[in-house]
């Protein structure tokens, strides 16, 4: 689905990113692993196109951003790590926006949503607007405006901050229930032992380069730490370097 390969890239000439290349499949979830400064941020930025690489190549079902944009874009439901909402909409409206930005009927999009709606506790918020919203609440719309997009490849950053615990599970159980659906999802985090619980593999990022890719027993058997759990292992390799 996703292929990202040899790919070095920053911010103004300044690389962060160094030849890095990883993919993500139908079926799966992969945990984008590293510390801040490591490079994830800077890594999804070049997948939805924020950044151009300096090098390398990504493409998504063989197709590269330049060449055909919006189908490209169509194809992804990004949910960042701050929730970006326009403080004169409301939920509703953050729904048509988003509905006519994909070119979704929006009727058939509200329908599908509704389950979700009630599952974030948001059904009864639809006239609401960003400044009644808690922070945890914004973090759910954001959710919510990927979910209405029905993408193939969910980019998910630090999606935990500002969710209660109830909240968190329920996005888990979501993940797990599109992965289920033939979806990839890529997921960066810091909860390390959250995303050991629902991811299949790993690519763990230290100073720009991946330092291990696999699933928690290939990476184990790399670091030759058996039975360890993923935030054992990071927090030993990274002090160790």
Same mark, same amino acid.
């Given at each position: ?12 000439n !300044? ?13 799966e979830?992969?945990?984008? +692993? ?6 994830k941020? $800077?890594?999804?930025?070049?997948i939805i196109?924020?950044?151009?690489p ?12 330049? $060449?055909d ?9 990004? +949910?960042p790590?701050t929730?970006? &909402?326009?403080?004169e &909409?409301t ?5 048509? +926006?988003v ?6 009927? !929006? ?5 599908? #949503?509704a ?8 059904? @009864?918020? !639809?006239?609401?607007l960003?400044? /009644? ?9 954001m959710?919510l405006?990927?979910i209405? *997009?029905?993408?193939d490849l ?7 901050l500002?969710?209660?615990?109830l909240?968190?599970?329920d996005? #888990? ?11 990839g +999802? #890529?997921?960066?985090t810091? *909860?390390l032992? $959250? ?11 230290h100073q ?7 699933? #928690?027993?290939?990476?184990?058997e @790399? ?6 759990? !993923?935030?054992?292992i990071?927090l030993?390799?990274t @002090? /160790?370097?």
């Open positions: 689905m996703l292929e990202v390969s040899q790919v070095t890239g920053g911010y103004f !300044l690389p962060v990113l160094k030849e890095i290349s990883f993919s993500v499949q139908h079926h979830i992969v945990g984008l +692993i590293g510390l801040n400064g490591a490079g941020s $800077t890594t999804i930025k070049e196109g924020f950044l151009q300096y090098a390398g190549i990504i493409r998504l079902y063989g197709q590269e951003l330049q $060449t944009p919006v189908a490209y874009r169509k194809k992804i439901g990004y +949910i790590e929730p970006m &909402l326009y403080e &909409l939920l509703r409206e953050h729904f048509e +926006i509905a006519m930005a994909y070119e979704k009927d !929006l009727d058939q999009s509200l329908e599908r #949503l389950p979700y709606l009630k599952r974030f506790r948001l059904d @009864q918020k !639809l006239d609401w960003p400044a /009644e919203f808690s922070k945890g609440m914004k973090q759910k719309v959710i405006c990927a209405l *997009v029905d993408p969910y980019i998910v950053d630090e999606p935990f500002g969710l209660d615990p909240a968190i599970e996005l #888990l159980q979501f993940l797990l229930e599109e992965r289920k659906k033939g979806k +999802i #890529l997921m960066s810091h *909860v032992d $959250t995303a050991e619980r629902v991811c299949d593999r790993y690519i763990l990022l720009g380069q991946v330092l291990a890719e696999g699933s #928690l027993a290939a990476i184990q @790399q670091f030759q730490m058996p039975d360890q759990g !993923l935030h054992d990071y030993r390799v @002090q /160790e370097d």
